[in-house]
């Protein structure tokens, strides 16, 4: 093994640090590969972790299962960080949990975007008899409620809700059924 000296600040290694699986943990594994409908991803972080505790360092992994020395040592420090918790083999190699784009809209904004869609485009000196995505979108920003918004982001958020304002009076004044 090569060690280079660092200065007054000692050694720096550039071995990786060790994994040990226990045996219900290398089995595991080990199943998780042999299965045929296991994710290429997480057979592939199955993969490195073997490797690495069979003691192979970053470099020799990435070479063998043909990815970035980066990739290897990514999943071998968080199968690291993750020992002795509560989560299963296959949860250890999941992605993880990603913050994505803060909220852009308050629930209220949103609640008031819904309470005009379910309102008659008349009442707002609309001509339509329906609301459009594009009309909702230009009366909310109109009323000050939103400052901008896209059509197909009001779109979605009506989708989400199930709200479908050109709907809206077949379901609150249903046809009358004929008697056969």
Partial sequence: ????KVGNQGVARLAPKPLNL????????QQLLNRH????????RAKIILLAS???NHREIARTLDVNRHMACLWRERWLATC????TVTQRLQDAERVGAPVKFKMEQIMELFALACSPPEDYGRPTSHWTARELADEIMKQGIIESISVRHVGRLLEEAELKPHQSRYWLTPPCRRRI
């Fill in 1 to 4: 093994m090569l060690v280079n």
């Fill in 22 to 29: 226990s045996d219900s943990e290398r089995l595991e594994l």
């Fill in 37 to 44: 409908n296991t994710p290429q991803q997480l057979a592939l």
């Fill in 54 to 56: 069979d003691g192979k």
């Fill in 84 to 87: 002795g918790g509560e989560l």
